[in-house]
């Protein structure tokens, strides 16, 4: 796996952390997403400095510190510090239209459409887009407004079957897009190579009804269905105790934002199946990529992207990956 490298506050090398512990959770939206932590021993002597970075060269584990959590009761006798991952120190930037406009409009080959971001984002002294051709070609991309930057990086890739590369090389973290890899096509996990947690949801919402601008009866409504698929559309398919209902209120909104909201929230209404996985092989999978997991006892297959990833790399190099996913499954 490689060492545990720690920096001072100008990121240059001082050391590496031998019996230090790293935790690191990245690859979600949320704010308290995409963060680590390292342990380390009092008695150890060695201190982090605020925004030192921490690493491991070659990989995407690390990012930079940003907080102290002490603690002097003898039993516990260590130091943790906190911090953004690399992803992380992404998302705390936000891609903003250009004065004038609506939203922020890209085109061109992806590792170039990610190095122009990069310098938007005034994120160019760390990151680094790679020169390579990445054969993928973004034509006309719309970032939602006002969208944190590593969320919105992943989104464009993943409208075009792409994802986010990240590695430290020791001076930048390079960055590149790849295609997505769907390992379920070929290799549906076997449920003995891992612990699986899964969650099903046999009744998500799935009749919207969308309140947009106006009073009383003269208020815009449009009604949005999903079907047993999970497929959006303005035509009712499941009726009676099948149907499952939810208002969604967007006071300002016209029909036709209405519609793109409506359909885009009753969407993310049917990813309502979830699953964490474990691996006891040294297998391991990209944020995007799709995987299928199997569950022999209640026959339910999952086949979904991998949303999240926890590690955990312990004083001795022993390294855990566990998985968290979103998404619909079958039996």
């Not at 992806?110 to 993928?136: P, T, Y």
């Not at 939602?144 to 969320?151: A, M, P, Q």
């Not at 079957?161 to 990240?166: I, P, Q, R, S, V």
Request: overall charge negative; glycine content about 8%.
């Amino acid at each position: 796996m490689g060492c545990l490298v720690y920096t001072d506050e100008n990121h240059i090398d001082i050391g590496v952390l031998q019996s230090a512990s790293l935790d690191l959770d990245y690859g979600g939206d949320e704010e308290t997403d995409n963060t680590f932590q390292v342990t380390i021993d009092r008695s150890d002597n060695i201190r982090l400095e605020p925004f030192s970075y921490v690493y491991i060269e070659g990989t995407e584990y690390g990012g930079m510190v940003v907080g102290l959590d002490s603690d002097t009761d003898p039993s516990i006798n260590a130091l943790f510090y906190n911090g953004l991952t690399w992803h992380g120190l992404l998302n705390v930037k936000i891609i903003e239209p250009d004065a004038g406009q609506d939203h922020l409009v890209v085109s061109g080959e992806a590792n170039s459409v990610i190095s122009s971001l990069f310098a938007r984002l005034d994120l160019s002294e760390v990151f680094r887009a790679s020169e390579k051709n990445s054969g993928i070609s973004i034509s006309n991309y719309q970032f939602d407004r006002y969208i944190e930057g590593y969320t919105g990086i992943k989104k464009m890739l993943a409208s075009y079957g792409a994802k986010l590369k990240l590695e430290y090389d020791g001076a930048h973290v390079v960055a590149w897009a790849e295609p997505i890899v769907d390992y379920s096509e070929y290799d549906t996990m076997d449920p003995y190579k891992m612990a699986l947690r899964m969650q099903k949801n046999y009744l998500p919402v799935n009749h919207l009804v969308c309140l947009g601008t106006g009073e009383l009866d003269e208020r815009i409504v449009v009604h949005l269905y999903a079907d047993a698929k999970g497929s959006v559309s303005q035509t009712q398919s499941l009726f009676g105790l099948m149907e499952r209902a939810l208002k969604y209120d967007y006071t300002s909104a016209d029909r036709e934002t209405l519609i793109e909201d409506g359909t885009e929230k009753l969407l993310e209404l049917q990813a309502c199946d979830a699953s964490e996985m474990n691996l006891f092989d040294d297998s391991e999978y990209d944020i995007g990529d799709i995987v299928g997991s199997y569950d022999p006892d209640t026959g339910i297959l999952l086949i979904t992207s991998i949303a999240s990833k926890i590690v955990s790399i312990d004083s001795e190099d022993n390294i855990v990956i566990e998985y968290q996913n979103t998404g619909r499954s079958d039996t």
